[in-house]
């Protein structure tokens, strides 16, 4: 992983999503995204009861912003975003670090996202950071036909000292199946 200079010279911090920091949310999806969500749509996701939003600030500036769920064993990224000024600076780095540091062995132990077949950018950031495309989801979007890779981190791999080729194969095959 490439850590940036920028969030280690500046005071970047990672906090709640508050209702006053739409604005500059709203600012970054739209910059972000051709589909951008609406305020609705961030406000109806927010409302879940197992939904959060977190967003960068440096120097009192919403720079980046990420909508996840929580889920038995999982933590779902619904929406993620760094404003395109700061991108390749080591922000989305930092966020991600944050939901990995979420996870444990003992209940939560991925996470998973989808991104948008023409999002090259978003599944080599992912792929960076330990996500691996697990499924195509076939005209996943309903304002395109577009599809969709479902990419994954897993807090554990199959350890290689399983004594046998086959039970790491099925193991495998469980973790991609689930």
């Known amino acids: 992983m490439r850590a940036g200079k920028l969030s280690e010279q500046l005071d970047v911090q990672i906090r709640w999503l508050i209702r006053r920091d739409m604005p500059e949310v709203l600012d970054i999806e739209r910059s972000s995204f051709e589909h951008s969500w609406t305020e609705e749509d961030f406000l109806s996701s927010l409302r879940q009861r197992h939904c959060i939003g977190m967003v960068v ?29 700061y991108r390749r600076n080591g922000i989305g780095v930092q966020m991600i670090q944050k939901l990995v540091d979420k996870l444990s062995q003992q209940r939560r132990s991925e ?27 076939r005209s996943h979007y309903h304002d395109t036909d577009e599809d969709a890779y479902l990419m994954r981190y897993q807090l554990m791999e199959a350890p290689d000292w399983l004594p046998f080729e086959g039970v790491r194969n099925r193991l495998t095959a469980y973790k991609d199946a689930a």
Do not use: C, D, P
């Not at 120097?59 to 999982?74: Q, R, T």
């Open 111 to 137: 996470i998973e996202l989808t991104v948008r077949e023409t999002n090259l950018s978003a599944q080599l950031f992912f792929q960076s950071q330990g996500f691996k495309a697990v499924q195509v989801l």
């Open 57 to 85: 600030e440096l120097n009192e500036e919403i720079i980046g912003f990420m909508i996840y769920e929580l889920h038995k064993i999982s933590l779902r990224v619904l929406n993620f975003a760094v404003a395109e000024q």
